[in-house]
């Protein structure tokens, strides 16, 4: 079971900004507090409490902002060095979720790391637009990945609320957790996807990916398509190419 992680690791996860504006907002808190309680006798020792410790307090926001932004700087130098699918693959299994967060950010995702575990439901919790999207990262490369996991990740998403899931692994998924992903609009990236999704190239080749006519190109962001079932709409279970960059970009074709 994945250790229960403090208040204070959970802020050092968030972007760094954050613990900036709690680190302002300490004083002005403490002095609305002092305020409030000081007019009763009773309840006054709260608010000379909440005067005394607002420094302690707002040095710890701070301490996590620091700890955040130095985090987003070791892990964004990871997500640029490692070019080739051995590097990614080279990567522990905590690496390779930071590594594929560091992916989301760069796609403009507000990204939050789960309480460290190497197979908890749910690894990074991505919010943009209003959507709350649940990916679980999985650093396999010996044997396919089968349905139980897309299962796990669809359960996770509709206790938690999440509107999009994503399952993204080093290795392949087996036939059936393919179907049950497309079913229930979980996206499924595999390694070789990966290597095309991060402009991850392979060894010996520095080209960009080639998309080939049954691969065709994004008329949104110029990236390959793939096929994908619709679940909902005038034509449900209609096949249609969608873009392989989903949620990031909602470019669609025809097939």
């Known amino acids: 079971m994945a250790r229960r992680s403090s208040i204070f690791e959970d802020i050092s996860k968030l972007p760094w900004q954050v613990g900036v504006v709690l680190a302002v907002l300490c004083y002005p808190a403490a002095m609305l507090l002092k305020s409030y309680f000081g007019s009763n006798p009773v309840l ?15 040095g710890l926001f701070l301490l996590a902002a620091f700890i955040s932004f130095v985090g987003d700087r070791n892990k964004a ?13 080279s990567l522990n299994w905590q690496q390779f979720e930071q590594f594929v967060g560091s992916y989301f950010k760069d796609q403009d995702y507000l990204v939050m790391e789960t309480a460290d575990g190497p197979d908890g439901g749910v690894d990074l919790v991505l919010r943009k637009d209003g959507e709350k ?23 996770s998403m509709v206790a938690g609320g999440a509107g999009y899931g994503v399952l993204v692994t080093t290795g392949e998924f087996t036939s059936s957790a393919r179907q049950f992903g497309g079913k229930h609009g979980v996206r499924l ?8 999704l991060l402009r991850v190239t392979p060894v010996g080749d520095t080209s960009n990916p080639v998309i080939t006519a049954d691969q065709p190109e994004c008329p949104v962001c110029n990236s390959a398509m793939v096929k994908r079932t619709a679940k909902k709409g005038p034509n449900p279970g209609s096949q249609f190419w969608g873009c392989s960059r989903f949620p990031g970009c909602r470019g669609t074709r025809k097939v």
């Open 189 to 196: 990236i595999d390694g070789k996807e990966l290597e095309s």
């Open 133 to 155: 999207t649940y990916v679980q990262c999985k650093h396999w490369k010996t044997y396919k990945v089968g349905v139980e996991k897309v299962r796990e990740l669809l359960g």
């Open 44 to 58: 006054a020792g709260f608010g000379i409490a909440a005067s005394t410790i607002w420094p302690i307090l707002s």
């Open 77 to 89: 130098s990871i997500f640029k060095s490692h070019r080739s699918i051995e590097k990614v693959r």
